[in-house]
């Protein structure tokens, strides 16, 4: 009896702690906002030079010639909630561990890395992209960790990621999202089974690369294009399984989607369909022995 009430006891005391680290109990369905935090964001950027808060304390950027609407046509970029990557950090990090992420994105990822002094390496083939993280790297980089992004095609991840143990990224979406006419883009004019399986050429050179035990974690939502249902999250389950990958758990995001599913639930309603308030992160590992 007494071993139970002392454990018991040291349940209690480990969940206070937890919710201490976290700032609530973690569960297989989590709930984030967007948050207030600032960091330096290629989507903000009005081709003058602009000041930003970030971790670091507020700092000149050099500004990139680029319309704060996103691409042309009026199109924006999805922009990573910033409490996400900080409690993936905080869950799935081992200290000490190479942060690699092969979609680089707008940098989000890299600057809250830094903020948290992990080393990083990133990998887009989005010119603009690219080019704004490094004015961004300029600003941030004080010598004491590795940060670094490469204009590269992640399918061909080298050296420069050898050994990585995390990453925590946001996948493209086919081409639902224009980010650029590279031929190098997955989605620029290829059938979405031909993107799936650029995927899957992705995270293929990410597990050579990858030490043994490395977490990959997956920011997925599923999508509608012309009326089809696309189960991305599943799909990339697959992609992952193909490349080498062992799937370790899978979580659902709640709080963070916005926009159309919110504004129009009524009509999504009348066509008995649920509007979609929610993501998936997907968790596998690098088993290799």
Known sequence: MAKNIQDLNNSRKQRKEMIRYFGFMPRSILKFSRGTKKFYNFQQETGQSGTYNNPLGP????????????????????????????FVIKYYYDKGDLYCDPFAGQGIQMQIAKSFGIDYVGFDVCEKFVKYIQSTIEQMDDGETRIEVHLKDSRTIGDEAKDWGFCFTSPPYWNIEEYDDSEEQLGVGHTYEEFLQGMTDVYTAMFKQAKNGAVIVSNISDFRKNGKFYSYHADTITCLEKAGFTIHDIGILDGIVTGIAKVFSVSFNKKRILPKIHEYIIVAKAVKS
Do not use: C, D, H, L
């Open 59 to 86: 700092q000149k950027i050099k500004a990139f010639n680029a319309s704060a609407g996103g691409t042309r046509g009026g199109e924006r970029y999805s922009i990573m909630p910033i409490s996400i990557v900080e």
